[in-house]
Each structure stands twice: as structure tokens, then as C-alpha cells.
């Protein structure tokens, strides 16, 4: 099967790989409700069959795999998978996100099964904001899953941070400083109106323009450290110090000319786009008729892609949340922590 192209020409090579739609967080851009409808455990891939449908996908393109949730380590014997897809040859990077909750547990097996690296998420480094924005008490957690993602050998650490005004946005500063210390490159991310985000207003975006000023009020004037757009979510900075940073502006500045990136469910559902209404079910079709029959499904459907959802967000003449709480609640696959954004 050869590599697949959409109509703008861009490749398939990045994938967002959900293994749970469930988080043991309740973020309030993400998960502001305390309960969900849960995607029916019945449907839900088995471990062998992610790494069956990854397998199959490598000839269409797919280089790159991201294992996300929810909160992937809420899945039990996560490092099965991570082992059947360290030996398929052809992937260049397999990578995590996390909350790094449960990662001092976890951190060792993961990096014995062959992850490559990690990716965190923690929006304050002060303990009373933590409860007060993920609205659980699991600062101490965290802070010890990032010494054990160190302890255990990992190198290339990124720390994801969405930043809101009002909220947090007074640490971006403090956040730097944490990175530097502890090997960790930053990313601020803008605050995104996908599903899921049912109280998404653009007085809360702090956009890219504000956080760089920041940055450069605290440790001098950053420099773009790549000039050209890549096909990575990031724009890259450097500080004057050498200390490189990045900041994911979905939501004001859209990369979706540049975007290679696909997302499957914990259920098998493909989404082309993150704003994307609708995905391709693969679950049955990779039951009854194996992996090739479920890749050739994703390359029929990546070959007719057109999405531009961030850009056409931001066209929008009146903008607001992408869904209301009623509608995510009878169609969950709309939701960000179930298709693992």
C-alpha cells in the first residue's frame, strides 16, 4: 500500500493513538463537567489490536505515534502495547502524554518496553492552583512522575501547559524556570474551543503574541528557532540563555496547511481533524476483516481530506464553543479527551 496524500497534499504521518476516553483529572478547558457518558468498554481496542492497526497503517505513511487518553495510564498493562509497538520497525518516534499522576509507578516498565519519550501536562506549579483547576489533589503526584520519567532514563521531556488569562497566565515565567531546570522543554498552549471545552471563550485565550512578550520580560528577546513552518504543532523559540520553549497557537495562528496528524479512539474511530463532526469506525471492519481491511478505510478516507477545522474556527464570525454540554453528553466522540487531542 503506498504512502497516502489528502487533497491539499499532505501526508499521513503523525497519529494520535487513544487508549481510554477516561482522565482521572477534570480539567476545567477540557473535562469542566464532573460526569460523562463513557464510550462502552465492550468496544473499546484491545491492546493487541492498536498495535495490529499501527502496523498496518506504517505503509500508508504513519511514522509517528502518540499514545494519549484521557489519561493513557489509566489503561491496565500500558506497557504491553508500548513493547508491540517499539519493535515495529518503520516508526521513527512513539511517545506518551500524560498527566504523570500515575508515572513514578509506571515510568521504569515504560521505558524498559521501548517509549521513547514523554510529554506532560501541568498547567501551575503551585499546589492550591492545581486542586483549583484540575479540581483533584494530585499536585504531589505529578511532581513525582516527572522525577521518575528522569530517574528512569528519559531524555527530551516536553512540559505542556494551556495558559488562560486570569488563571495561570502569571507563570509563565515560573514555568520557563521549572523547564530549565529540569532539562524539560515548555510548551504553552493557547486555550482551543474544541469539544469538551463547553466554557471556551476568547476572553480567556492568551495568544502567542502575549506569551512571547512574557518570555522575553523575564529572561530577554526570544528568536524563532526554526524560520521555516514545520509539520510539528509547536512554534520553537530560543532565549537568549539557550533555553529553547515553544507555543502551540491553534487557536490564533492555525498550521492546518502543515498538519499531518490523525487521531483513533480508544473504540477505533478515525478523525481526520480535530474539529472534525464526524469519524471513520474501524472497530467491526478490523474484527471481521482484518487490519489491512480497517488501513484501507483510513487511506480512502485521509485521500478525500480537505479539513481545515482550526482555520475555519477562526473565520467564524461569531465564535464560541464548538458543542454544549447536551450534545457532547449523546455524542462523546466529540469530546477532546476522547479522541485524544
Not at 37 to 43: A, E, S, V
Request: net charge negative; aromatic share 6%.
Amino acid at each position: 500500500m503506498d504512502p497516502v496524500r489528502d487533497q491539499l497534499a499532505r501526508p499521513l504521518r503523525s497519529l494520535r493513538l487513544s487508549v481510554t476516553d477516561r482522565c482521572n483529572l477534570r480539567c476545567g478547558y477540557c473535562m469542566p463537567e464532573e460526569s460523562y457518558t463513557w464510550l462502552p468498554r465492550k468496544d473499546l481496542l484491545t491492546l493487541e489490536e492498536h498495535a495490529e492497526l499501527v502496523q498496518a497503517l506504517v505503509p500508508l505513511g504513519v511514522r509517528r505515534v502518540r499514545l494519549t487518553g484521557g489519561e493513557p495510564l489509566l489503561r491496565r498493562n500500558l506497557s504491553e502495547l508500548v513493547a508491540g509497538l517499539a519493535r515495529i520497525s518503520d516508526l521513527e518516534d512513539l511517545c506518551l502524554t500524560t498527566n504523570a499522576v500515575f508515572l513514578e509507578e509506571a515510568a521504569q516498565a515504560l521505558k524498559v518496553a521501548g517509549l521513547g519519550r514523554i510529554t506532560i501536562s501541568l498547567d501551575t506549579l503551585r499546589r492550591e492552583r492545581f486542586q483549583h483547576l484540575t479540581r483533584r489533589d494530585d499536585f504531589d503526584s505529578t511532581m513525582a512522575g516527572i522525577e521518575a520519567a528522569a530517574a528512569a532514563g528519559f531524555t527530551g521531556t516536553k512540559l505542556n501547559a494551556v495558559i488562560l488569562r486570569g488563571e495561570n497566565d502569571d507563570e509563565i515565567g515560573d514555568l520557563l524556570r521549572f523547564g530549565q531546570e529540569h532539562g524539560i522543554e515548555v510548551r504553552f498552549i493557547e486555550y482551543m474551543d474544541v469539544g469538551g471545552a463547553t466554557r471556551w471563550t476568547m476572553d480567556k485565550v492568551v495568544p502567542i503574541g502575549e506569551i512571547l512578550r512574557q518570555a522575553a520580560q523575564a529572561f530577554g528577546d526570544p528568536e524563532p528557532l526554526e524560520p521555516d513552518r514545520t509539520t510539528a504543532p509547536a512554534d520553537r523559540f530560543v532565549l537568549p540563555n539557550g533555553q529553547v520553549f515553544g507555543v502551540i497557537a491553534s487557536t490564533t495562528r492555525p498550521f492546518c496547511a502543515g498538519c499531518d496528524r490523525a487521531r483513533i479512539t480508544a473504540d477505533g474511530r478515525f478523525f481526520s481533524c480535530l474539529y472534525a463532526r464526524e469519524g471513520t469506525p474501524l472497530l467491526q471492519v478490523l474484527r471481521e476483516e482484518g487490519p489491512e481491511a480497517a488501513a484501507a478505510r483510513v487511506a480512502a478516507t485521509w485521500s478525500a481530506r480537505n479539513d481545515r477545522g482550526a482555520e475555519k474556527r477562526l473565520l467564524a464570525e461569531q465564535r464560541g464553543a464548538l458543542a454544549g454540554a447536551e450534545e457532547l453528553r449523546g455524542q462523546p466522540h466529540l469530546e477532546m479527551h476522547t479522541r485524544g487531542g
